[in-house]
């Protein structure tokens, strides 16, 4: 199990950026795939971005597509999910996750196929 701790959340104003951090404290020496979510009041959780344990493979939802950039800095034990051209829509509580695999390139996109969730970091948009 992997314990993981998001940042970076805010307010901004539509059009503007923010990058969102998530570390890892625990069994970080495991491979895992890491993911992004998030939940919007009203709205269903969705994954929006995944990134292969590797970091050479990405998935991204048609939602954020060309906007949202995820990454990861292994030396850190850390992801991160840089979000341009932000809109109100983008507003929601943003989530990390984790999926321990053996899978290198691969980049789960079901938010089930995630075991280990951080508490979220708080994202607005302002109009």
């Known amino acids: 199990q992997v314990q993981l701790v998001e940042s970076g959340g805010g307010l901004v104003q539509a059009g503007g950026s923010l990058k969102l951090s998530c570390a890892a404290y625990?069994?970080?020496?495991?491979?895992?795939?890491r993911g992004w979510g998030r939940k919007a009041t009203g709205k269903e959780r969705e994954l929006v971005a995944a990134?292969?344990?590797?970091?050479?493979?990405?998935y991204y939802s048609d939602h954020v597509k060309g906007r949202f950039t995820a990454s990861r800095d292994d030396a850190k034990n850390t992801v991160y999910l840089q979000m341009n051209s932000l809109n109100p829509e983008a507003t929601a509580y943003y989530y990390c996750?984790?999926?321990?695999?053996?899978?290198?390139?691969?980049?789960?996109?079901?938010?089930?196929?995630?075991?280990?969730w951080g508490q979220g970091t708080q994202v607005t948009v302002s109009s």
């Open positions: 625990g069994r970080t020496r495991t491979n895992y795939a």
């Open positions: 996750a984790a999926r321990c695999t053996l899978d290198i390139p691969s980049t789960p996109r079901r938010l089930g196929e995630y075991a280990d």
């Open positions: 990134i292969s344990w590797s970091g050479r493979n990405t």
